[in-house]
């Protein structure tokens, strides 16, 4: 056998075993049959025995051949890998050492900084196969191998052929129709590569981000968990960039959302998710502003501390509140309503808070106090409450203590400076009010 017979062999060799590896497919659609991780056990076992004698071979053969030729190899490859490092998944490999998923990754990263560009073909021609129309419901390990290949593909500095970014869209929206949130979760993955990492003109001329933002926009009412519910409102976020006629003085996609996420925030019983949410009510505060970028630096910094907070109040002063202007109300009204969950602990306290006062900063800070006279004593009269409750119910708690301080200060400075015309008597009155509470909060 001449050298060339025995690499034919060992490659032959090699896209059996790969082939064994992958994750065969259901007898049943997901739609009529329940599945448990538990049902991937004897999977998992052939994966932690075999997986590293596979590592060792690849690694032997890369190095010998490099990356001559060997396309069926190449591809194969590509798609365990894909299939393996898909996340979050049922079959998920349960790696105790972690250096399975490990060195999984790490070849990933190996193969896909070389190989790409002579496998395009071929890998959108078994996804093509493997997920046409309702064939995905069978095919577990291709359609969550789909959405990492897509993260590894375009997630570095490549572009999206229009070719792709249809069958992606076709494949996106005929997930999230199943009825496991964990298929809408990775449909809304695939959205957000496309929105990354496609050509804007492209995006625009097949009018992608419309199709996109109706059907993500759906998932936004039920969505359970913090990570589907971050990955969904980043996806709408994503969306709007696309929208080249929105204007922030007439209504728009960033008011539906805007509409949906106070909805949500006071319809969450969990804090966390409270603050998740209040995350990008602020973002979209301040989303047609020219120092966009200043804002959410300053922001993302410990407002907690003084300079920091002059800082960032001072970047949020600049802001053009034509859309806060419609919602500040609702966001009073939010804020005022999801203070009671200051109350459930201290973590929870000092995350909650200071989401709200970033929002606070954004949305209605730079409002003039004229525009905010007729909503802020109600608003005062029971958030400041709270906030005096909050220290009472943490033992005054030091970090509660500093944003509690910081909250008054800003309503100190928006009753100082937030009008040139002579302030209103029932907003004075709460100039002195806040006199008095921070020398009994260093008392």
């Known amino acids: 056998m001449t050298c060339d017979d ?9 896209c059996d075993l790969v082939q064994f590896y992958m994750l065969p497919e259901l007898k049943e659609d997901l739609d009529n049959i329940q599945l448990d991780p538990s049902q991937f056990e ?47 998944t049922i079959y998920q490999l349960k790696d105790d050492s972690g250096n399975l998923l490990k060195n999984a990754n790490e070849l990933a990263r190996q193969l896909s900084s070389k190989w790409w560009e002579s496998t395009d073909v071929q890998m959108l021609k078994y996804y093509e196969k493997k997920l046409h129309r309702d064939c995905w419901k069978k095919q577990l390990g291709a359609v969550h191998g789909f959405g990492r290949y897509m993260e590894l593909r375009y997630g ?81 976020y994503l969306c709007l960039d696309h929208f080249v006629d929105l204007d922030a003085f007439t209504w728009n996609q960033c008011d539906d959302m805007l509409d949906r996420l106070i909805q949500n ?44 907070l002059e800082l960032c109040r001072e970047e949020c002063l600049s802001l053009n509140a034509s859309t806060s202007y419609r919602w500040a109300k609702a966001i009073l009204q939010m804020l005022v309503l999801e203070s009671d969950k200051l109350l459930q602990g201290v973590e929870v306290c000092y995350e909650l808070l200071g989401q709200m ?13 004229q525009a905010l006279h007729p909503h802020l004593p109600e608003f005062y009269a ?12 943490h033992e005054r708690d030091p970090k509660v203590l500093k944003l509690v301080l910081r909250f008054t200060e800003i309503f100190s400075f928006q009753l100082e400076n937030g009008s040139t015309a002579k302030m209103p008597k029932d907003l004075a009155e709460f100039t002195e009010a806040l006199k008095i509470i921070h020398r009994k909060i260093f008392e």
């Open 382 to 393: 029971k958030f400041v409450a709270v906030l005096m409750e909050c220290l009472v119910a």
């Open 42 to 88: 004897s999977y998992h076992a052939l994966l932690v025995q075999d997986l590293p004698k596979l590592y060792d071979l690849v690694q032997e053969f890369l190095q010998k051949d490099g990356d001559a030729g060997h396309e069926e190899l190449k591809v194969k490859l590509l798609l365990l890998i894909c299939e393996l490092t898909a996340s979050p």
């Open 265 to 308: 925030v006071t319809m969450a019983s969990n804090p966390k998710i409270s603050t998740c949410l209040l995350q990008f009510v602020t973002r979209l505060g301040c989303y047609f502003t020219i120092n966009r970028r200043d804002v959410e630096a300053a922001l993302a910094t410990d407002i907690s501390q003084p300079d920091k």
């Open 156 to 236: 570095d500095k490549s572009r999206m052929p229009t070719q792709m970014l249809a069958f992606a869209l076709s494949v996106g929206l005929n997930v999230r129709e199943c009825y496991d949130p964990t298929y809408k979760q990775l449909g809304v993955k695939i959205f957000s590569v496309m929105l990354k990492f496609s050509n804007s003109k492209d995006i625009q001329e097949l009018n992608v981000h419309s199709v996109i933002y109706d059907h993500a926009l759906k998932d936004a009412y039920n969505m359970e968990s913090i990570e589907a519910i971050d990955s969904v409102w980043n996806c709408l």
């Open 6 to 14: 025995k690499t034919e062999a060992l490659v032959a060799h090699m």
């Open 357 to 369: 006062m970033r929002c606070y900063l954004v949305c209605i800070l730079p409002i003039p106090l």
